[in-house]
Antibody, heavy 117, light 109 residues
Framework: EVQLVESGGGLVQPGGSLRLSCAAS????????MSWVRQAPGKGLEWVAN????????FYVDSVKGRFTISRDNAKNSLYLQMNSLRAEDTAVYYC??????????WGQGTLVTVSS | SYVLTQPPSVSVAPGQTARITCGGN??????VHWYQQKPGQAPVVVVY???DRPSGIPERFSGSNSGNTATLTISRVEAGDEADYYC????????????FGTGTKVTVL
């Protein structure tokens, strides 16, 4: 059974930093692109970033470029999102997700990030 | 960037059919996926590649895609189908590679 478990969310002040982690199990982690998708309170889904199987290619939505960094450790079956210079508009539930070509086929339960003073 | 437009809400009586549309420029040329999200839960795939269903998803869920509109159809609606539904495509020309629709709240009367 595919499992994705996020951690690291919490309350942070504007301009602060946070590192999210995602522990994957139940599949060959190193064989899949992985993504982070977020959902602001009461809003829709927004793809944030993704990373190739070997970590050599990474892509970001324009609004987080230069502030967020996605990374992975295939030996630990783990995905990460380093978030710097956080803004109020980054407040959201962040989902770790496995992607298969054009489909987001499995999602974690999410971790809430709140940016507020 | 590529935009997918959904109606904000659809209401349907139990046992009837709900149809949720997803509009996008020439969406018929893309592969469309549909997700169901219940309150406090993560999204779940209910239809992928326009009309295929993952294992475990009831046959009551079906999809179609042509021209500028994709449609998710839920037949014989049950109370447990009440949820938010999102369509999604992949668009390499957009800064949002995985583009999600605006979402539709399905209410079972």
């Amino acid at each position: 059974e595919v499992q994705l478990v996020e951690s690291g969310g919490g309350l942070v002040q504007p301009g602060g930093s946070l590192r999210l982690s995602c522990a994957a199990s139940g599949f060959t982690f190193s064989s899949y692109w992985m993504s982070w998708v977020r959902q602001a309170p009461g809003k829709g889904l927004e793809w944030v970033a993704n990373i190739k199987q070997d970590g050599t290619e990474k892509f970001y939505v324009d609004s987080v470029k230069g502030r967020f960094t996605i990374s992975r450790d295939n030996a630990k079956n783990s995905l990460y999102l380093q978030m710097n210079s956080l803004r109020a508009e980054d407040t959201a539930v962040y989902y770790c997700a496995r992607t298969h070509i054009t489909l987001v086929d499995y999602w974690g339960q999410g971790t809430l990030v709140t940016v507020s003073s | 960037s590529y935009v997918l437009t959904q109606p904000p809400s659809v209401s349907v009586a139990p046992g009837q059919t709900a149809r949720i549309t997803c509009g996008g420029n020439n969406i018929g040329s893309k592969s469309v996926h549909w997700y169901q999200q219940k309150p406090g839960q993560a999204p779940v795939v209910v239809v992928y590649e326009d009309s295929d269903r993952p294992s475990g998803i009831p046959e009551r869920f079906s999809g179609s895609n042509s021209g500028n509109t994709a449609t998710l159809t839920i037949s014989r609606v049950e109370a447990g189908d009440e949820a938010d539904y999102y369509c999604q495509v992949w668009d390499s020309s957009s800064d949002h590679f995985y583009v999600f629709g605006t979402g539709t709240k399905v209410t079972v009367l």
